[in-house]
């Protein structure tokens, strides 16, 4: 079956069809969803960026190292709930880890935290995560990931900039001194 098109003539098209336009332009907008809300910024803090274990007894050579480890953003998806009083955010992190030749005696997990802050870099929500540490069969390289929720109230629906989200290793307070000390003297 086919639909015929409807003509006007003369001046009648010409103030109808702007008219026409407009209104089913109208229509669209109602039809159209809402933009999805920004999502806060993901920043990884550098300086627990990376992790490195090693093998039991003090060693730090190469050969003592049971594995190396990068944090990384790897999605974020952001919903208003709550008649746009709240923000629910999906983030998604990813743990790439690379075998070092020290064996493991037990089964071993990295610590990540999972942090928001507001504009003033005050700490709001902070939790600590754990991913296993595994390796394929003679692979030395994996990529885990982990999906977080996290729901964050807002003042005003506008108020989602105010917020990040940051990132990184739970480090030991001896791994985070250590860093210090070795990023002082670079």
Known sequence: MRISALSFSGMR????????????????????????????????????????????????????KIFSARVEPAAIKCKYVDDRTALEVELTVAVALEKGPAPSAAPVSVPYFVAIVD?????????????????????????????????????????????RIVLGFQLTRAELEARRRKQQRQ
């Open 13 to 64: 098209w010409r103030l109808l069809a702007p008219m026409a336009l407009l209104a089913l332009a109208g229509c669209t907008s109602l039809l159209q969803k809402a933009p999805p809300p920004a999502c806060p910024e993901v920043n990884v803090l550098a300086e627990a960026a990376t992790l490195e274990r090693y093998a039991p007894g003090g060693g730090r050579d190469i050969i003592d």
């Open 119 to 163: 504009a003033k870099r005050n700490i709001l929500a902070k939790e600590v995560f754990e991913i296993p540490v595994t390796f394929e069969e003679g692979r030395r390289r994996n990529v885990l990931g982990d999906v977080i929720e996290q729901r964050i109230p807002l003042p005003s629906p506008d108020a989602v900039g105010d917020y």
